[in-house]
């Protein structure tokens, strides 16, 4: 992998707070992040449909079942959901998640018939899915249940016949946010129900305060990695803002306690390192409907019990994981010893992989490589040995990409190229999912890698980091380094600060179970300083013990972290990258 590391440009003369709000159009005066200052529903196409028919189901008394999904996004939406509906008077609502390893993704024609047969609903409301879910709907139809899309995946070249549909991806849809998650979404839903509600003088959406479900929609916009536009920024905020004041649901406040997070300190980093991983293990590893009923417990303590069952999910997705990254670095050591020409794409498969865990195997592998990654898994865990030798069975691919390359476009070619391979196939630019029997793994993997190579350039293979350059010998100090991490919310398109510069090892060791974390201290210029500084999985960084001894100065990517040991606090830096000079 060839790395670039650039700074953007700021104001040199600024304190370090100002220069790095300033590199990103931001001044002090910015962050107020308040609720008046989010874009209103009435933007939203489809939303009066989508009112009147939740409005005609209240009052009609009939039975709704929310559609969710098995991330942490399609949690967080199917929670506030079901708990939003039962506030403003929802005589019966309940919930079904398809289960990733019996029914795939969103509503399909399946799930439409389970829900039918499990609660005969009147109407069906999915929540972060549904967009394409065309054989669904007409199976729902069929059925005599009426359809409520709120979903924010790209749309298709045609909607699904649903009774109402919002999104803010679909055509003609003017609300200005664009990147808002499927939590988000639903949020924007349940707040016109709720206004509309408060105009026909209900007294109960009176008294409902919306800003409670604010902690859900911030670990989902978070957790679901999408852009932190203007809107989101004050949704991620607000939610921050209430966890910190204590103001979170007893659900969240569990996964914080399981995590050993104090919800005073916590940051949106947290979200996606912390708690979304929690609520997304139950998804990968068993059924998601365990992280919905600890985000919808009333209780602490159920909360917590229910939280502690997640923790031990994620510490099995943990162990899963690591042993699958073990088994890919092995493939991609043959691979590369039997290619002479450097591949543009990686595809992975291993019959005895986990399909809960493919996704984020394919996102460590990108990390490591820059190169899009699809990784595959057995889409069922009883193919038979003749199933085996034959390749006559079904597996599933989980893609991750790389800036510039459009992961569900590219599987659209491939799709157009080869139509008898791909069975189904959806995503985004950076993340995408598909199917395809295992006999055609081989002819699917040389048509993707020639794709690649038609759309690619040189510069796209070059994984540029681009940082704030570098501190200043008195920004190394706890209160700058605590201060950089709660002046905003940071997250995907709006990076938090990092910074590089070059110094001189003056110790180091190996640390942890398996000795592969290193722990560094390293002198500043003039050697004026001492700074302590930490490297987790050199493995990852494609660094070996041998390389480590050999470490006499480097040139580091790092962010200031705060680091408390025996009740003292020391600024420690976060390795991002590292490199010998």
Known sequence: MTSLIT????????PIIERVLDSRGLKTGDLSFSLNQLAGYQALKGIDQAVAMLEFAIRSQQRIVIIGDFDADGATSTALAVDALQQLGAHWVHYLVPNRFEFGYGLSSAIAQLAYEQYQPDLLVTVDNGISSFEGVETAHELGMKVLVTDHHLAADSLPNADAIVNPNQPDCLFPSKAACG???????MCALRAHRMNLGDETAKNLNMAQYLD???????ADVVPLDRNNQILVEQGLRRIRAGQARPGVQALLQVAKRQAPLLTSKDFGFALGPRLNAAGRMDDMSIGIECLLSKEFTRAVHIAETLDELNQDRKSVEGQMQKEALKILETTSLSNEQEQATYCLYHPQWHQGVVGLLASRIKEKLFRPVIAFAPASDDVTNEALASGEFEIKGSGRSIPGFHMRDALDLVAKRLPHVLQKFGGHAMAAGLSIQQKHLKEFETCFEQVARDIMTADMLVNEIITDGEPNYEDYNVHIARQLKFVAPWGQ??????????????????????KNHLKLTLASKNHHRYLDAILFSIERHGLSAQDVSNLSRVHIVFDLDVNEFRGQENVQLMIRHLRSI
């Open 183 to 189: 939590c988000a979404v639903v949020f924007y839903v």
């Open 493 to 514: 398109n709006f990076p938090e600060p990092i910074f590089d510069g070059e110094f001189d090892v003056i110790n180091y060791r190996l640390i942890g179970s398996e």
């Open 7 to 14: 700074r953007r440009f700021s104001n040199p003369e600024l």
């Open 216 to 222: 859900l929609v911030a670990l989902a916009t978070v």
